[in-house]
């Protein structure tokens, strides 16, 4: 009988230990943030930092923060009194959110971008959450600079500024 051209069993049993424990202690440290994170105990990953040109630029305002900023600068409305005011094109067609698919209510809160999209006042808040600062459909700053500028905190501003950069 002759030698095979397999591998022995044994040959790759180190690498298979090594990508299993990776991804244990992986699996383990997203469970522990979140776990942290029900707590309330929020822990700056490095996922969470953000480089910009001049620096390293840390994300330490929460979403939150970033919703309250937006109901100062749009406030929530009804539909139907979007639907009243509207353009004869908006008054004649039946709209859905894009965010919840979910057709509009006469008594819905709505929120009506800069762009001319509206969405739920709460959907908006939740598109917030996840940290995306731009129209859902057409990814229009939700605030542009002057509204920013506006701010008085300037730890505010210097986040908001690394967040509409991208950087």
């Known amino acids: 009988m002759g030698l095979s051209n397999l591998p022995a069993p044994a040959d790759g049993v180190l690498c298979v230990i090594l990508v ?14 979140f776990i942290l994170q029900i707590i309330g105990i929020h822990l700056q990953s490095s996922t969470e930092s953000v480089q910009n040109s001049s620096g390293q630029c840390d994300l330490h305002v929460t979403s939150d923060t970033l919703v309250e900023q937006l109901r100062k600068k749009i406030p929530s409305i ?3 009194s979007l639907i009243n005011g509207g353009s004869s094109d908006t008054r004649s067609e039946l709209h859905d959110c894009t965010v919840c698919l979910n057709r509009f209510q006469l008594d819905s809160e709505v929120n009506h971008l800069s762009c001319g999209h509206f969405f739920h006042k709460d959907c908006l808040e939740k598109w917030l959450d996840y940290w995306n600062i731009t129209c859902p459909l057409c990814r229009t700053p939700l605030l542009s600079d002057e509204d920013q500028s506006v701010d008085d905190d300037d730890d505010d501003q210097e986040t908001y500024s690394c967040l509409w950069n991208g950087n």
Do not use: E, R, V
Request: aromatic share 18%.
């Open 20 to 33: 299993n424990t990776a991804q244990s202690i992986s699996i383990f440290k997203g469970m522990l943030f």
């Open 78 to 80: 009804p539909f139907s």
